[in-house]
């Protein structure tokens, strides 16, 4: 399960709002960095039975189901300041981060677990 915050929610509504015929985002996980992978939020322009989908308040985030183990039990949220806003995650399965933290490393066992 992944739960989305208030801003988290109000920033998934804007930008889904921003692209016609999108359905809501889309939350992958691409291979890159020195840590091994990243987030990457995209428009999601039709719900993929490859996807698990998650709803909250009128939010609409998609996962990918290969990449769903990864995610379980994270925070998605939205932070804006005067330097730079955007989506930011508190997954709990990551066990490192890069010095940048643009990218993150999760403990492959998990997979196996139930």
């Known amino acids: 399960m992944i739960t989305i915050t208030d801003e988290g929610i109000k920033a998934i509504k804007e930008k889904t709002a921003l692209k016609d015929g999108a359905v ?27 996807d698990d989908k998650f709803e909250q308040d009128g939010a609409v985030l998609y996962v990918p189901k290969m990449h769903s183990w990864m995610l379980a039990g994270m925070v998605v949220d939205y932070a804006q300041d005067k330097m730079q806003s955007g989506f930011t995650f508190t997954n709990p399965n990551e066990v490192s981060r890069c010095g940048c933290g643009q990218s993150f490393t999760v403990d492959p066992k998990m997979k196996a677990a139930p």
């Open 24 to 50: 809501g985002l889309r939350l992958a996980i691409k291979t890159t960095g020195c840590s091994g992978y990243s987030y990457k939020m995209e428009h999601a322009m039709s719900e993929d039975p490859m």
